[in-house]
């Protein structure tokens, strides 16, 4: 299933056929079309649609081409119309100084009004930018930062995501504009572009995006009826041609297309509050291996973990109520041959239940599978006695969290005594190798971590294999 975030359905282009269009956005699995307006006519026609159509919700805004047209009456209307039940956003807004066809000055005058009224609202916002990256950013960030209070009440209080404040239409930039705004509390949203040629001669600038960003962070759009996928190129466009996209985006990062769906989808109830919270779930399952979440509790705390917050990874939800006997994991399982691995992976730390961890392994193992352990190689203190030798057998390989070589900040990182259990770890990464279980090492990406000596460390001292994991 999937969402189109990004449409256009009261353009003429659909006059005569959109009953036909929305039925073949329904075939191709979109669930819910957002229709963002772009001036005061095609806002209210937006939110006709949404009125005719369940699956339709609606944004309301003056587009930067329509900037114009704005003023202190037609704001106000705007903002008026914001308060339908409908109306999930503040868009289409945003700046555009390829076309120019409104003055750049009234242009930005009116951005910043319009989301002066989200803020007021407490809505996100649907930003265009073409060729105006630099006020667009400068604009946002100002009021970002001048607004603290903005969506602040949709965020768990130990998420480590910022606000969801809006999304960013038809990314203009490369993944390092992407983190910014990322950290800002923003989303990016792919059209068809990503479905086109990337070639040393003309680079696609949204393929690298679609590479270096996380799922988690990334919508699905149309922008119908402009920027068919490659398909279609030059063609009306239409909200059933998303899985196209969907496509592209899952070969770029190495995922299904469900789990593009599925991550996306959640963005979006995370940003629009459109669709359903997902259940939580015991046995998840990302591109061709099952996932195994059998307790979210931690010896540690890390400060890059959601465990705490929401704990949602690619749209499934992990914040399980009551941790699964080793019988309702199996159940779970199914047949394990189904995949590449079976992996002990969710946000807390398997071997807290090792008893389970065995018991589940030494089945999948009977029955054909491959196990992985996720660990933070505490496992031992955790235990009070050496484990490794009762892994041998029971799982294939091993992942560690390393998250630094240096005991000081492996403390501060994991929120606890580093001088105690970095070398606990150490030895449990030791003993690993020893036993010949399949061991790697993974640091998570952060500024403040030297990823090269880390790298070193894993290969030349421990003779484990090393990985590094983006932060988001
Ligand atoms: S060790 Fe893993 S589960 Fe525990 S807090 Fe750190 S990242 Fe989260
Ligand atoms: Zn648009």
Request: proline share 6%; with cysteine.
């Amino acid at each position: 299933m999937f969402v189109d975030s990004h449409a256009h359905l009261f353009f003429k282009d659909f006059e005569n056929d959109l009953d036909d269009v929305i039925k073949r956005a329904q075939d191709a699995g979109v669930e819910y079309i957002i229709n963002p307006g772009t001036d005061i006519p095609t806002s209210k026609k937006s939110i006709e649609l949404a009125e005719k159509y369940d699956m339709i919700y609606a944004g309301v805004g003056f587009h930067p081409h329509d900037a114009s047209k704005a003023d202190n009456k037609s704001l106000e209307e705007i903002e008026r119309l914001s308060h339908h039940p409908k109306v999930v956003a503040i868009g289409e807004i945003g700046l555009d100084y390829h076309y120019d066809f409104a003055p750049r000055e009234k242009q930005r005058e009116v951005f910043s009004q319009q989301i002066d009224i989200a803020v007021k609202r407490n809505l996100p916002i649907i930003i265009h930018s073409r060729e105006a990256e630099e006020d667009t950013l400068q604009i946002v960030e100002e009021k970002v930062k001048a607004n603290p209070e903005w969506r602040k009440n949709l965020v768990q209080p130990h998420s480590r995501y910022p606000s969801p404040k809006g999304v960013f239409h038809c990314f203009p930039g490369d993944s390092k504009m992407a983190w910014k705004v990322i950290n800002w509390g923003f989303y990016i949203s792919l059209p068809g572009f990503v479905t086109f040629p990337n070639k040393p001669t003309r680079p696609n600038s949204m393929v690298e995006v679609a590479q270096n960003v996380s799922a988690e962070h990334i919508l699905l759009e149309t922008d119908s009826p402009y920027l068919s996928p490659a398909p279609f190129r030059g063609k009306r466009n239409e909200p059933s041609n998303i899985p196209f996209i969907a496509q592209k985006i899952a070969e770029l990062q190495g995922l299904s297309v469900e789990d593009i769906g599925r991550a996306s989808n959640f963005g979006v109830l995370n940003l629009f509050g459109v669709g359903k919270y997902p259940e939580p779930t015991i046995a998840y399952k990302l591109k061709n291996s099952l996932y195994l979440n059998i307790t979210i509790r931690c010896n540690a705390d890390c400060v890059f973990c959601d465990r705490k917050g929401e704990a949602v990874i690619k749209g499934h939800n992990l914040k399980i109520e009551k941790e699964p006997t080793s019988k309702e994991v199996i159940q779970a399982i199914g047949d394990p041959t189904k995949y590449n691995e079976i992996v002990f992976c969710g946000f807390g730390e398997p071997t807290i239940r090792f008893d389970v961890v065995k018991e589940v392994s030494s089945w999948v193992k009977k029955n054909g599978g491959k196990v992985r352990l996720n660990t933070d190689g505490h496992g031992s203190v955790i235990n009070h006695r050496n484990i490794v030798p009762e892994l041998v057998g029971l799982v294939d390989s091993v992942s560690i969290s390393l998250n630094s070589i240096d005991p000081k900040q492996y403390g501060e990182l994991m929120r606890l005594d580093g001088q105690k259990y970095f070398p606990a770890m150490i030895d449990f990464a030791k003993e690993c190798v020893k036993h010949k279980l399949d061991t790697t090492m993974t640091i998570v990406e952060l500024d403040e971590v030297d990823e090269q000596k880390a790298r070193e460390f894993v290969e030349k001292e421990i003779g484990a294999k090393f990985r590094n994991r983006p932060f988001f």
